[in-house]
């Protein structure tokens, strides 16, 4: 397949001797905005595919979009959420809908996951936020400590992939797709992800014992679930907004974010949770992240647009369809592909330089645009608990201090199960188009 794609595209030093520059600065640990940019910048100086005068240009026309406005404001979102307690709130919600089964804090620890995701679109604030709350008390409850991070690392996994999503705008704007018809579209993938990490847990702490309980009465449960909700109903007034706002076409992702700002505040000022000398440490972390995010998406997309007037995408089509034209097989492949990338580097580069390469042979075969972004986001997403990058097992590896390697081990299960939904996903349209209206499917 090499071969045929380096006859297909004529490739030369113009296009591997930046491949080999990436690769390096990469396993010098150098940051990745940084070694894309050196990658993107050497490519277009041996290709000519873009005079380098036009560079800082396309650079600020790459995030010069209304759209990536959502991201700073939904990674804020999140902050104001931990910062006034309001996540708390989550947990002690999830914990009463879950205090009837065995294994029901396991099985909180998920949902509360799940309801951050809903707010934040950020997988790593997820698992350092949701960690400190529970890895502690799932210890205290019988999980050994390695288990308890990779269940908190797999839940915090549906950031990506629950809407709102930070994953699902970038990869709009790079496909020139709505966030808003994508959000629509991952709701029903994203909760198939967490209910398979709710019977991962299930079946693991069945087999282990990890986590008694489930001995709570009929009306104990319902006193308990009645108690949490009236002491945090006013928690979910942020999401619903947030779903609402998007769903029903009122607001766009950007509109919904700000106005989940702005609610957040206020809830922690009405509160008190939050005080004006609480901004300024809120401001500098969220502009952190940002930080991070933004400089990938600027310099891969003139990285990008190179590849794209070399003839890659196109190169690539046609050495794959030249190996087999079996859409199942193809549709493997891109899977194949997808989570190798996942393993190794952060989604949001993956998403800039991927997404143009996989999207012309996903046309090739006939898969729905829409099926094919959900599918890419959620097979990246597995990478998010996969040695050797694994941005979860980082994350909750640096609260803890447990080993990275022991973490990743026991999260072995989840992996599996959510490649199940991958599949799932990739094979069957209806999963990913079924929320959209019929121009989409």
Known sequence: ?????????????????????????????????????????????????????????????????????????????????????????????????????????????????GMFSAISGSDAAGAAAVGRMTIDRLVESGYPRPYACALVAAGACTGILIPPSIAYIIIGLVLGISASTLFMAALIPGMLILVSILITNIVVNRIYGYEGGGNVGFGEYFANLGRALASGWYAFIVPGIIFYGIFSGRLTPTEAGATAVIVTVILGFILGT?????????????????????????????????????????????????????????????????IAAGCVMETTPNIVILAPILKPLADNIGMNEIQFCIMMITALGVGFITPPLGLNLFVVSGITGESILRIAWRAVPFVFFM???????????????????????
């Open 274 to 338: 939050l005080k004006l000398a609480d901004f300024p440490a809120m401001l500098i972390s969220s502009a952190k992240v940002n930080g991070v995010i933004l400089p990938i998406i600027a310099f891969s997309l003139p990285l990008a647009q190179a590849l794209a007037i070399m003839g890659v995408p196109q190169g690539f089509v046609t050495a794959v369809t030249g190996l087999t034209d079996d859409p199942a097989t193809l549709i493997l492949l891109m899977i194949l592909i997808l």
């Open 1 to 113: 397949m090499w071969n045929t794609f380096s006859q297909t595209v004529d490739l030369g030093w113009d296009f591997y001797g930046p491949v080999i520059l990436f690769v390096v600065l990469v396993a010098l640990a150098v940051p990745v905005w940084a070694a894309i940019g050196s990658a993107a910048i050497v490519m277009l100086m041996w290709s000519g595919a873009l005079p380098l005068s036009l560079v800082g240009e396309s650079l600020f026309d790459g995030i010069d979009a209304f759209a990536l406005t959502a991201v700073p404001l939904f990674i804020l979102t999140g902050d104001v959420l931990v910062r006034t307690g309001l996540s708390r709130k989550f947990l002690n919600v999830a914990e009463a809908l879950t205090q009837f089964a065995k294994g029901g804090f396991g099985s909180a620890t998920v949902l509360v996951c």
């Open 419 to 441: 490649l199940i939904v991958v599949l799932l996903i990739a094979y069957v349209p209806a999963i990913s188009t079924t929320m959209l209206p019929d121009v989409y499917k």
